[in-house]
């Protein structure tokens, strides 16, 4: 079996995924709509940039090393580039779809996947008839992106028109997807975005002692916050302002932050509320030593307002770290108020902060929470399972 994938070649959760696949003797090859690192054992990369990508922001470290000037001017311009993306993005696909279908004949493969709908799954409507094309929502495609205007919300209805198969992360998505235009007949698979957590590699970091070279302090609480800036998606603003008060009452945590190294909102908001001693900026983080720093903490924030299922909870939760989430439909598929995580009003300062002093102060609580969500993942997200899901289900379109 050979699946072209449509996707960006730079984020860890598409790497994550081809590997997944590989190891499952999937051929694969790639048409990354951004400059990318090269992808070991893929049949062929392509580079495609689609929608203004050049311009897109990026919080992977499997980037090009001249685009680091570029991704600091996004950084402080992404609202603006987000919105004239959503207007232009759109208009500007057709342009490519000449050249998409070119590398499908050259390439090709029995099926292929767009690993988003904006705006990969946009590019991968033009694929022809004969071919089967999965899609998949990512957490804000249609709670966010799909309604940023009118164009976007033509494409997104055309992606999902076209799709012959779904794969979602949340069953929110699947549910929303009909109204987008997707057929509910058709097939649909719920599973984590990234292909799954490989419980046996972290339980191996578990198990080893603690190596981390990262300049967090030891033997102090620590809540992590990885999520990185996302416009519309994550209220970081929200996540700064409470840290003062969680200082208030704990002042020896430490608040650490990957991916957010640098960043101009980040810096702004530790100079304007004096709280630079207690937070830790870092670069995106590789995959082993993200782990090893949710071994490490006590307490994991994702200030959702949109999202569907993020990798980085699931991880976080496999590694024992006690969840406070926005309280979204979402992240309500996974996490049970007081019982293995904690949700709050992502817009209130003094409830985020007043859930991270509980779970700081409950060890009961995160001890517990810690036990239930390891079952929870090796039931619902462990690669070995997710993985057998992909295939069967990629080969279901193909006998169609």
């Known amino acids: 079996m050979h699946v072209f994938l449509v996707a960006d070649g730079r984020s860890p959760i598409t790497?994550?995924?081809?590997?997944?696949?590989?190891?499952?003797d999937v051929r694969v090859s790639l048409c990354s709509t951004f400059a990318c690192a090269p992808v070991e054992g893929i049949a062929g990369l392509h580079i495609l940039?689609?929608?203004f990508s050049g311009l897109a922001g990026s919080q992977s470290a499997n980037v090009q090393p001249s685009s680091a000037p570029r991704r600091s001017l996004v950084s402080r311009f992404r609202p603006l580039l987000l919105s004239a993306r959503y207007w232009l993005g759109p208009l500007s696909l057709k342009m490519q779809v000449?050249?998409?279908?070119?590398?499908?004949?050259?390439?090709?493969?029995d099926l292929v996947h767009a690993l988003r709908i904006p705006f990969e799954g946009m590019l991968a409507a033009s694929t022809p008839p004969e071919l089967p094309l999965a899609v998949s929502i990512w957490g804000n495609d249609l709670t966010l992106?799909?309604?940023?205007s009118r164009e976007m919300a033509a494409a997104t209805r055309r992606a999902l028109q076209r799709a012959d198969a779904l794969v979602a992360d949340a069953a929110r998505d699947l549910r929303l997807a009909a109204n987008w235009g997707f057929d509910p007949h058709k097939p649909e698979l719920?599973?984590?975005?990234?292909?799954?957590?490989d419980l046996a590699e972290i339980q191996s970091l578990r198990d080893r002692p603690r190596t981390s070279n990262l300049a967090v302090?030891?033997?102090?609480?620590?809540?992590?916050?990885?999520r990185g800036f996302r416009p519309g998606s994550l209220r970081n603003d929200v996540f700064f302002q409470s840290i003062p008060l969680v200082l208030e009452r704990q002042p020896n945590v430490h608040f650490v932050c990957p991916s957010m190294a640098g960043q101009p909102e980040a810096l702004e908001w530790i100079e304007r509320l004096k709280i630079a001693p207690a937070v830790h900026l870092l670069p995106t983080l590789p995959q082993a030593q993200l782990w090893e720093l949710f071994l490490r903490s006590d307490v994991f924030i994702s200030p959702s307002a949109h999202d569907g299922t993020p990798n980085s909870l699931l991880e976080a939760m496999a590694c024992g770290c006690l969840p406070v989430v926005g309280d979204i439909e979402s992240m309500r598929e996974w996490?049970?108020?007081?019982?293995?995580?904690l949700l709050v009003d992502s817009n209130q300062a003094q409830s985020l902060a007043e859930a991270v002093l509980l779970g700081l102060e409950n060890a009961a609580l995160r001890a517990s929470a810690a036990g239930q969500n390891y079952q929870i993942i090796a039931d619902r997200a462990d690669v070995h399972r997710v993985r057998l899901q992909v295939v069967e289900f990629y080969q279901s379109l193909l006998r169609a």
Do not use: D, E
């Open 98 to 109: 000449k050249a998409y279908r070119k590398l499908l004949a050259a390439a090709q493969p």
């Open 217 to 226: 302090p030891a033997g102090v609480p620590l809540v992590v916050n990885p």
């Open 49 to 51: 940039p689609i929608a």
């Open 190 to 197: 719920l599973v984590p975005g990234s292909g799954g957590i």
């Open 15 to 24: 790497r994550r995924w081809i590997n997944s696949l590989l190891a499952a």
């Open 145 to 148: 992106h799909a309604r940023g």
């Open 335 to 341: 996490i049970t108020p007081g019982i293995n995580g």
